[in-house]
């Protein structure tokens, strides 16, 4: 009995710690809106980038909006150098089709709450903050410009399999062609993959800009 009440106590003690260093974390989650001026919203860097904004649906895998609105941002250097990977691939007959941008702190806390332990590795620790929150990774994919649809990849957008690994072997051909494409274009620009997410690329720059937990609607002007 004594043991049990020893492990018990234990338990609850690392569980305290892990709850007060998350804690920590979102008390340095900056919330002051003159911290986000810098962010640029992709919509207004070229109108042949289109959105698929799915946080701000229920089509995502919280089954829930997540945004108030339907938009996407990213720090300025990383927003200019997203721009000229998109150019690179319209030369190909390709567009940029963005699904997330600029993640607040706070959603990504309700990401790691609500998925099941195993599936952890497909969503960011929010004790680190991730680098969606720093306004330096965007989730992406690639549409045809001729048609406007789609492209087809290996898995689909923020599926939790081995499908969705950057290095997966399975898929058509022509579905690792045109995901290599879009790895190309944006390494060429700074940008760097997570190896779990073909969809998901992070800039370079991204450790020189603090974790930001402000809400979508409360962005300055010139951002939205």
């Given amino acids: ?84 990977a998109h150019r690179a691939l319209k030369k190909l007959g390709y567009g940029l089709l963005v699904f997330d941008g600029y993640r607040p702190w706070s959603v990504t ?30 989730d992406l994919s690639l549409y045809d410009l001729r048609t406007g649809r789609e492209i087809a990849m290996p898995s689909s957008y923020d599926e939790f399999s081995d499908r969705a690994a950057s290095n997966y072997a399975g898929g058509t051909p022509e579905e690792r062609r045109t995901r290599w494409l879009l790895r190309s274009a944006m390494v060429t620009e700074g940008f760097t993959i997570e190896p779990s997410e073909w969809w998901h690329y992070d800039y370079r720059a991204w450790a020189e800009y603090p974790i930001l937990d402000v809400p979508f609607e409360q962005l300055p002007a010139q951002t939205r």
Wanted: with cysteine; proline share 4%.
């Fill in 1 to 84: 009995m004594r043991q049990h009440i020893i492990v018990r106590t234990v338990i609850a003690c690392i569980a305290l710690c892990a709850l007060s260093f998350t804690h920590g974390v979102f008390a340095q989650a900056v919330r002051d809106v003159r911290e986000a001026r810098h962010l640029v919203e992709v919509a207004r860097l070229d109108s042949s980038i289109h959105l698929d904004i799915r946080y701000a649906t229920a089509n995502n895998f919280m089954g829930r909006p997540m945004y108030t609105e339907a938009r996407a941002f990213l720090q300025g250097p990383a927003a200019e150098a997203l721009l000229r």
């Fill in 109 to 138: 806390k309700k990401f790691w709450d609500e998925t099941p332990v195993e599936k952890h590795k497909f969503v960011a620790s929010p004790a680190k903050g991730s680098k969606h929150n720093r306004g330096c990774a965007v």
